[in-house]
């Protein structure tokens, strides 16, 4: 206990006693001092017993004592009781004046009943006032009294006590007014505080009722992997996705008593390494990683998605990791894809057969009228478009795009591209250029990247519908090949260009300009892309033209011996 809840502790134990105790207590004091000259008396100062004055002092501090312990002071308002320590100054001038040989001067005992004053609520210039004249008048008869001391020393005595007096009063009153503002000062601070604890209560009962109610699992852990807080959705997930007897958590810490987590294809476990919080607390930040909760058949898919906690320095303190689940949607999205391929596939047979047929009727064209010549062909190029078609949604409804790379020279495969596409760069007045040094070699499969350039080329050159150029260029640094297909079309708005990547997405302008197309090519060479472990995107401006960045592989792994 420091010193200042000392004082205020002994100051609300005085405080809660009655007011006949208080004062008794007050007068304690000099009642104990008194008691004592009268028992040594006899052995120290037996003349002390023989003087009419220090008889009157103690019979007049008994009364005062009775008085203390018989008088209701509460009936007579709380100054009342100061009538004790200025007739204490009585008692004390009487055994002063008493002028015993050998015995220290009683004089300084004024001092017990001034802190009393002093500690009143009298007003500051009253209780100065009453400690410097009642230790004056007290000290008056200690003047006249018979002694061998001459009347100058006594009289200086008797002035230098109530000036002691007064400094001593000025100090009590001086640190009283010093413990009010200090005691102010607390009490506002206690009641600032109590007001910000309040409100930090209310804080998290807002906080918590918000956890509880949203749909999404939320787990903060510390930078050690303890878990801070876990809402009751993530409790009830975690619960109903344990092992059989473990309803714990997956915490890092217990990475054998965890729910079974699972990568995309539902059945793999997922390493520990790669379990959502484990990559958090690497300091990771990501969103949107799905993993399988819970044993099939009955496993939850869940997004997740987290971020690190940081110090005011910058330092790691631990991370926040979201679960979303999106079951629903992953069997719905899975659904979908059936329903395209079965559909696709269903439609390629006939498709096949028409064109097959068709192909036949224009072997013997010499036997046809041009009309019926020209409308067979028409039939033909529109069946071989909705046969590319069903292709593309094949190809897009199959979620493993299946790549065999191998050494391949990128430079043979971007000319073989533009070569391809060069009819069709000519119908519509662009020019087709290459900046790619021969040979640039990459660890690729030859047929999905040739698939990836004829897509972006023939993007290219559909998009930009007032003629232009299409640009190809390439480089090679720190082991991946930079390929980079520019054209000066139409462009895109950023909104659209986070997009252009989506399955059946097609851009307002381009639906407005009546241009042809299925919104497939750009998923399918996204797909193709980090199949091969790469990575492709896309910068752009409306009416800029665009530039679409491949990165892949120049290297394959090291044989294995």
């Not at 007011?19 to 000259?37: D, F, K, S, Y």
């Not at 878990?227 to 810490?253: C, F, H, K, M, Y």
């Not at 979908?336 to 096949?352: A, C, I, N």
Request: proline residues 7%.
């Amino acid at each position: 206990m420091t010193e200042q809840q000392w004082v205020r502790h002994a100051d609300g134990c005085f405080r809660a006693l009655v007011p006949q105790a208080r004062v008794v207590a007050c007068q304690l004091p000099l009642t104990l001092i008194i008691a004592g000259l009268y028992l040594a008396a006899p052995g120290a100062w037996p003349q002390l017993l023989d003087s009419s004055l220090f008889l009157s002092a103690l019979v007049l501090h008994t009364v005062l004592l009775l008085a203390c312990l018989t008088v209701p002071w509460q009936r007579f308002g709380p100054l009342a009781p100061l009538i004790v320590p200025v007739v204490d100054l009585l008692v004390i001038g009487l055994t002063r004046a008493a002028n015993i040989e050998n015995l220290p001067d009683p004089g300084v005992l004024s001092v017990l009943p001034v802190v009393w004053i002093s500690a009143s609520r009298l007003s500051s210039r009253a209780s100065i006032s009453l400690s410097f004249a009642g230790t004056l008048l007290a000290g008056l008869p200690y003047v006249f009294a018979p002694g061998p001391a001459p009347a100058q020393v006594r009289l200086a005595g008797v002035l230098l006590l109530p000036l002691m007096m007064l400094a001593v009063s000025l100090a009590m009153r001086s640190a009283r007014a010093q413990l009010r503002n200090q005691q102010s000062r607390t009490a506002s601070k206690e009641t600032e505080l109590q007001a910000l604890l309040a409100d930090s209560r209310d804080r998290e009962r807002l906080l918590n009722t918000i956890l509880d109610t949203v749909d999404v699992g939320i787990v903060a852990v510390d930078a050690e992997g303890h878990r801070l807080l876990t809402n009751s959705w993530q409790s009830q997930l975690e619960a109903s996705a344990a092992r059989s007897g473990v309803a714990d958590t997956i915490a890092p810490e217990a990475a054998e008593d965890v729910p079974v987590l699972t990568g995309q294809d539902g059945q793999t476990p997922l390493p520990h390494g790669r379990r959502p919080i484990r990559r958090a607390l690497k300091g990771e930040s990501f969103a949107d990683y799905l993993v399988y909760f819970g044993e099939a058949p009955a496993g939850r898919v869940l997004s997740t998605g987290g971020r690190p906690l940081k110090n005011d320095d910058g330092g790691f303190r631990g991370a926040v990791i979201v679960f979303n689940e999106v079951t629903g949607l992953v069997e719905a999205l899975a659904a979908k894809e059936d329903v395209v391929s079965t559909v696709s596939h269903e439609f390629r047979t006939p498709l096949t057969s028409i064109i097959g047929n068709l192909d036949l009727v224009l072997g013997d064209a010499e036997d046809l009228a041009a009309p019926a010549l020209r409308r067979i062909e028409v039939a033909q190029r529109n069946a071989e478009r909705l046969l590319a078609l069903v292709s593309d949604l094949l190809l897009s409804a199959n979620s493993a795009v299946h790549v065999f790379p191998r050494r391949t020279d990128l430079a043979s495969l971007v000319e073989a591209s533009l070569g391809s596409a060069h009819a069709h760069a000519e119908s519509s007045k662009v020019a087709l250029s290459m900046d790619v040094p021969a040979p640039l070699w990459a660890h690729v499969d030859p047929l999905r990247i040739s698939q990836a350039l004829d897509n972006l080329v023939s993007n290219a050159i559909k998009y930009s519908p007032d003629g232009g150029s299409v640009r190809i260029s390439a480089s090679t640094e720190n082991g991946w090949v930079r390929l980079q297909v520019v054209d000066d079309g139409m462009g895109m708005t950023a909104a659209d260009a986070g997009r252009v990547f989506t399955r059946f997405f097609r851009s307002p302008a381009v639906r407005e300009g009546s241009i042809p197309g299925a919104g497939l090519g750009l998923s399918i060479t996204k797909a193709i892309v980090e199949g091969h472990g790469g990575s492709i995107s896309c910068t752009t401006l409306p009416g800029c033209g665009s530039t679409f960045t491949l990165e892949l592989p120049a290297e394959g792994p090291p044989p294995a011996f």
